[in-house]
């Protein structure tokens, strides 16, 4: 099939090495370009998340073209605890379409059926496909490719609950957001402690229009540092009574061993008690919050194992699935397979109908060399005729070659033809004429009607 993709993923590699493997839009379009004038390969698209780098090419049969994509993510990456070769893997041919049919649904993510890899593998398809690249990255078999990707991950996401549900810590935080307050927007949020953990939910929590983000760790300059990252603010971690004040949603996170927030800090920061309602997300283990606080009217305190629960439930509804989004992917990839197949006899349909219409006309200049007298009225029948008469003699013999490469048999279909018409009455040009055009191409379409005419 001369379809291949090289990448690492967080199956392969640790995030301290995946994220030196990440490329920028504009390095990603200069790396392709580049492999593509260094290599024999005309179409490459680069999909590079948070937890995968992948180079897909087309044609890719050579050791060389590999090889060069290698080079291109070892240069990328730099120096590494071991050979570029141990974190890379190579996918070819009928593994591709599933592998990223697979991938664009979310069944080979870091947490099942999450969306936005959906969006990423679109926007590496239009990088790719871009108008103003002559000639674009994305040619006609990489395009139908990755166009067939993303209408099975839609189909997938539609018709299975695989997406379905918060299935992640952060994710469970927004949810619950939401619920509580109807939106986020003018919302604001205080981050106790500077762990992976809470940055990532206070992201989740910025994403979806939070208006303030305030940090207060023990260490002054890490909340600093956080707030920074995060757009916001720091603040003294003496001081969380006054920053409870003025927030609507807490996030804690500290490596504290005692309860950082407790019911009094709670009464100093509302002595009259509270007059809206108060998130608290405490994934501190040990709990930064002391329990006591939930007890409070109109706090809405959830504790670690709370999420942990609702990411379970969540997961386990995604697994009973799978089967479910697994047959999509594998219906998507026959039809994607069926319809590369096809492209292998355009070539042989192409050369038929070229010798065909050859002999046709040489015949007619031979009989029209013969009574030269014959009105044009005459003549202009006698062509009509002769052009219904080939393409009735071709129909079935073109619907045949046709499905049969789209059912898998196109090395049948092409020795049979050969062996009808023998090499010096059908040339079989390479895989080159059958792949160029539009990416929505699919294979011969021209057919004839009951009267024997052409039809698209």
Sequence with gaps: MALAVLGVSHHTAPVEVRERFAFSDAEGVAALRNLRSETGV????????????????????????????????????????????????????????????????????????????????????????????????????????????????????????????????????VELARKIFGGLNRKRVLVLGAGETGELVAEALGRHGVEDILVANRTYERAEDLAHRLCGHPVDLTDIAQALRNV??????????????????LEEAYPDGLTSPLLIIDIAIPRDVDPSVGDEASVFLYNVDDLRKVVDETLERRKDSMSEAEGIVSQGAAEFLAWYSALEVVPVIRSLRSRGEAIRKAELDRLFGRIADLPERERAEVTTFSRRLLNKLLHEPTTRVRDGGAEGRADDVIEAVRLLFGDHGVEFADDSDSTEGSGRESGPTQSTNDNGDETA
């Design 42 to 173: 005309r179409e490459a698209i680069l999909v590079s998340t948070c937890n995968r780098t992948e180079i897909y090419l087309h044609p890719a049969t050579e050791e060389s073209a590999f090889q060069a994509v290698r080079s291109v993510l070892q240069r990328k990456a730099g120096p590494l605890p071991a050979p570029v070769t141990e974190y890379l893997y190579l996918h070819r041919d009928q593994d591709v379409p599933r592998h990223l049919f697979r991938v664009t649904a979310g069944l080979d993510s870091l947490v099942m059926g999450e969306a936005e890899i959906q969006g990423q593998v679109r926007d590496a398809y239009q990088r790719a496909a871009d108008v103003d690249l002559d000639p674009s990255l994305a040619g006609p078999v990489l395009s139908r490719l990755f166009q067939t990707a993303l209408s099975v991950g839609g189909r997938v996401r539609n018709e299975t609950p695989i997406g379905k549900g918060a299935a992640s810590v952060a994710s469970v935080a």
């Design 248 to 265: 609507d949603i807490v996030v804690a996170s500290t490596a504290a061993p005692h309860a950082i927030l407790t019911r009094a800090i």
